[in-house]
């Protein structure tokens, strides 16, 4: 069977037509963050994204996984059973984030509680097949099978939620791992000071590629990666890197740069805000850059 595999639209319309219009030769499956417009989106159109989605699933013909963004957008419009404070505080930054998504159809309105339960019962955190993986942010066998221990199949439960907006159990934090990726603490004496002018302690890891073993290699989204430590990274975090021998995975989430392209024979982020695009797989073993297909419009 041949896949189209298409990243995050966050509510982006045009790209979705385009991406949506590139698939019409397979089945589709979507890396999570249909929603929440990015300030840069001309024509954002959540529900009309959503609705579409949810007819491709319905009629077979695609299949959607979770990302961060409804992973969050579920918790906003839920609160603690105990203070009826929200699962996820409506703080500035979260709905600035949110704002595409509130401008359309509200806060814990009937519409978003529709469509945020939607995106609980159907979207599970991860598809595995016998040829590739999908998940929105990181592979981590050990996330996958902490997860697996109570949700053989990756869908999240209602009695899930507290606990995951709690940040405390393994669960809760393998949950945060496989949406929102790997962050690590640096080094004691070890920090940088990011694109916003801001001193950061920890640090995103380029998790897919096995070639990266020091700090400045795996280090993501460092102006200066001269800050960083030039040492080997702890076996822990090495212990986490994608297995050269394991089958491919394709993720989103990370707001590449530059020209779409795979990152290993075995993994790729396909999130270029930039330049939209997806992968055609096509039965191949290792992950290729001709299947890239990039909107030249």
Not at 9 to 18: C, E, G, L, T, V
Not at 101 to 112: N, Y
Not at 173 to 179: D, G, K, Q, R, Y
Request: hydrophobic residues 35%; negative net charge; aromatic residues 10%.
């Amino acid at each position: 069977m041949k896949y189209t595999i298409i990243p995050d639209i966050h509510a982006d319309y045009s790209r979705f037509k385009w991406s949506i219009k590139s698939a019409e030769d397979s089945s589709i499956i979507f890396l999570g963050d249909l929603i929440d417009a990015g300030k840069n989106v001309v024509e954002p159109n959540d529900r009309h994204v959503l609705k579409t989605v949810k007819d491709l699933i319905s009629n077979k013909k695609a299949e959607c996984i979770l990302g961060n963004h409804e992973l969050n957008a579920i918790l906003f419009h839920r609160n603690f059973c105990t203070n009826n404070k929200p699962l996820r505080s409506h703080n500035n930054a979260h709905k600035l984030q949110h704002k595409s998504f509130i401008d359309q159809i509200g806060v814990k309105t009937s519409e978003a509680i529709y469509w945020t339960d939607w995106m609980l019962d159907t979207l599970p955190l991860w598809i595995e097949n016998e040829n590739f993986r999908v998940v929105h942010a990181c592979w981590s066998q050990k996330a996958v099978d902490i997860v697996k221990h109570r949700r053989p199949n990756g869908y999240l439960h209602r009695d899930d939620l507290e606990e995951i907006a709690n940040k405390e159990t393994d669960f809760a934090l393998a949950v945060e791992l496989l949406t929102s990726g790997p962050e690590v603490d640096l080094p004691k004496g070890f920090s940088f000071i990011d694109s916003r002018e801001k001193e950061r302690f920890s640090v995103r890891i380029a998790w897919w590629n096995s070639q990266n073993t020091t700090w400045r290699d795996a280090a993501l989204s460092v102006p200066n990666v001269n800050d960083l430590p030039e040492h080997e990274l702890p076996n822990d975090i090495k212990n986490e890197i994608y297995p050269k021998a394991a089958k491919p995975v394709f993720v989103g989430h990370y707001k590449m740069q530059g020209t779409p392209k795979i990152q290993s024979h075995n993994a790729v982020s396909l999130d270029f805000p930039h330049t939209p695009c997806v992968y055609k797989w096509n039965e191949e073993n290792s992950l290729e850059n001709q299947n890239i297909f990039i909107d030249e419009r």
